[in-house]
Each structure stands twice: as C-alpha cells, then as structure tokens.
C-alpha cells in the first residue's frame, strides 16, 4: 500500500507542478470570460457613421426609412423580438435595449440625391464617383414601380463587411416598401399588424416533480457539461498513454518494476492522474460557480442569467463522480494501449478508437437533451464507454431516479474493475518488450497467462 501511494504521489506532483497545467487551469476561465465579453465589447464599438444617398424617384420610401432607423421603432423591434426570447423584460434590460437602439439611429446618415433628369447610368458614374472621394459611403437606387414583383433596389457600400448595419439599414428598407404597398393599397397598416401579430406561447420546460425550469438554458449548460467531460476524458487519457511510452522508451519500467508490482505501478498511476483532472476539473467549477454569483449579485446580462439552470450539490457530485469513471475507462484503454505500442506516433493510431467512443458518447448526449427519459437515453446513460459522458448531461436535463444513477455507477465500475484487470496484464508484459508493437493475438496470450 505504501508504494501504491508513492506512485499516487509521484504521478500527482508530476501532472500538477507541471507549467502547463497551471497556466491550462488558470487561463481557461480567463479565456472563457474574454469569449463571452470581448466579442459584445467589439460589437458595441461605435464607428463612423455610414452615410447613404438614396435616389427616390416616388418620394415617399426616404421618409419611411429615416422612421424606421429612429429610436423609437427600433426599441420597438428590440422590445418585440426579447418578448419572443423571454417572458418578461426588466428595467434594466429595456434600458440597453433603447441605448442600442439610439447607437444604431446615430449609425446612419441619410441624404436624397435629386435625379435632375438624368439616367440611371449617369447618376450611378457620380455617386461612385462620390465614394470613391470619401463624400459618401453607400448609395440605394429606389425603383418607381415599388409593387412591381421584379423591382430591384441597388444598394452598392463600401462597408460590405459591417454586416450589423447592412442588416439595420436592409430591415429598414423592406419595412419601408411594405409599409408604402399597404397604404397604396388601401389597406391599414396598424391593423394588418394586428391581424399578423404573433401569438403569445408561454412554453417552458418541466421536471419531474412539476416544476418549471429554463429548456434553452439547460440545452446550453448541458452542452458544455459534455463537451468538458469529452475534452479533459481525452486530454488525460493520451497523458497517461504518453507516459506509459516514455517509461517503456527510456527503460525505467525496468527499474521500477524491481521496487513494485506492475499493478501497483499503472493503478498508482492512473489515480494520480485522475485525482490532478480531479482537482483542476474542480478549480473550473468553482470558478466558474464565482463567475456566475457576481454576475447574478451584480444584476449584469439579466437576459443571460434568467437562463442559467438551477445546478444542485447532487449535480456537482454526480458530474465529479461521473468524471473520474470516465477516467478510469478510457485510462485504462489508453494505458493498455501504451503498452502494445513503442513511439508515440504508433500510440497515436490505436488512440483512434477510444477517441471515437467518447465523440459518439458526445453525440449521444443531443438525443439526451431532446428527451432525457427515452429508451434510449436510458440505455446510454448505463452502457460502460457512453455514461460517464452522457448521464452527468442526463442528470442537467433532468434528474434520474437514484436507482438509476446507482445502477449506473455500479455498471461502469464493474467495467472498470475488468479493464484494469485486462490492462494491468497487458502491463505487465508489454513494458518489458522492447524493438516492435504487439500484435492481437500476442496481446490475447498475455491476458489469458496467469
């Protein structure tokens, strides 16, 4: 037991001390928050304005656009597409919303280009023209015959790439010509509005006890409950397999196993690199169980945190438990792996397999989410290879009877037990086997030798 604990250690230290894994630990909730932030810090940089001349022969399309880039409408707009995301709008959140939509009128400046008589030809040579000496940055061409199905308008921008504004101004536009065909048509505009409004649904999920929850928020937290898992399964597995070739690469499994058994030697080894996954997978959830306290004490992105997911102590546990079968699964696959092969490079094609297994385990966990007590769901979040991925996003959707969580554990414990038992063979012999790789059926023998 000692020297069992001496390799735990050893193998502990080396992963923790490791540069690498303290600037991995550290960065990756840094790297995480710049993600989320940094992309809404550049979007909300205002640029120069985007000045449009716009030649409309029929007079009537200008003033509808400049009243659909007011404030006014696009608060509106804002406020009408939040309803169809969230049932109720803060005060806070419709105070961004109007500050946005003031930065988006301030984006624009509109002016009319009289045509004079001249044709199009000669109108769109000057207006190029106009671009090209920075007097104009875009222009709109507004047909006469607005209702006709084939008009086309012409709008050339040398801001092509500032998709954001192309879009405001395109909106603007299609409002502004639906809005004039209605009133040439006679036809009300605020009462085919209300004829056409959309229905209010009011759809939320529910558990198993009734309550309701948020189904968008728990799609999200889940989808990154597993993709965590997948990453650190996989990232921590090609250690253990990569120390397991540098042992037998430098000889040392030689003088190691002259001091302790070769059980001993790779079970020390996959603890110790479990419980440094352990610990950095812990320092990631209460990290981020910090972020998301002052985010929520603050009262910031109150769209973003009415979707956060209630995640319970069980939850926490689970997810850590569910970690560490995980690890010991394909552990024991990598370090059985490690074994039959001599370099790394031949390492890293018998890797293939097992890396499979958990993306499938991955895929797996959508058909979770969508229904998380099917047959199917059932059956994944128990089979040894899938439920150390799948359950802990089972249990975000929705919460399994215990027994099945017990069923579960014990399941993939007992696939532990037999891939230890398989790899500790293979080990044994394959550590001491120097020069080419392993074949199956040498493999086979060596499993079936007592």
Known sequence: MQKFLAVVKHEYKKVVLKWSFLIATLLLPVLGGLISVVP??????????????????????????????????????????AKEQFTNVSATQEEEMRQNAAMFMQD?????VPDDGKNVDTLRSELLQRIMNDEIDAYLFIPENIDSPNAVFEYRSRKGGDFISNETFTDALNDAVRSQRLSDANISEERLAELSARINVDSKGIDDKGAEKDSAGTFAASFVIGLMIYILLAIYGQQIMGAVVEEKET??????????????????????????????????????????????????????????????????????????????????????????????????????????????????????????????????????FL?????????????????????SVTINIAAIAVLVWVAARVYRIGMLMYGKRATIPEVWKWIRQA
């Open 40 to 81: 809404m810090i550049l979007f909300s940089l205002k640029g120069e304005p985007t000045r449009i001349a716009i030649v409309d022969p029929t007079t009537k399309i200008l003033p509808r656009i400049e009243k659909n880039l007011s404030g006014e409408k696009l608060m509106q707009k804002a406020k009408e597409a």
């Open 387 to 407: 439920a150390p991925i799948t359950m802990p996003v089972r249990m975000m959707a929705e919460m399994p009877p215990l027994w099945q969580i017990a069923l």
């Open 251 to 384: 000889r040392i499994a030689e003088i190691l196993f002259s001091s302790a058994r070769p059980f001993e030697l790779m079970l020390g080894k996959l603890v110790g690199v479990g419980l440094a996954g352990l610990t950095q997978l812990g320092i990631w959830i209460v990290t981020a169980a910090a972020l998301v306290g002052v985010i929520v004490a603050q009262g910031s992105f109150g769209m973003i945190t009415d979707s956060i997911p209630t995640i319970s102590p069980l939850m926490i546990i689970g997810f850590l438990i569910y970690f560490l079968l995980g690890f010991f699964i394909y552990a024991s696959i990598f370090a059985l792996v490690g074994s039959m092969v001599t370099t790394v490079q031949e390492g890293s094609q018998f890797a293939f397999p097992p890396i499979m297994l958990m993306l499938a385990a991955f895929y797996f966990c959508f058909a979770v989410i969508r229904d998380p007590n099917s047959t199917l769901s059932f059956w994944v979040s128990m089979a040894p």
């Open 108 to 112: 624009f400046r509109l002016m009319t």
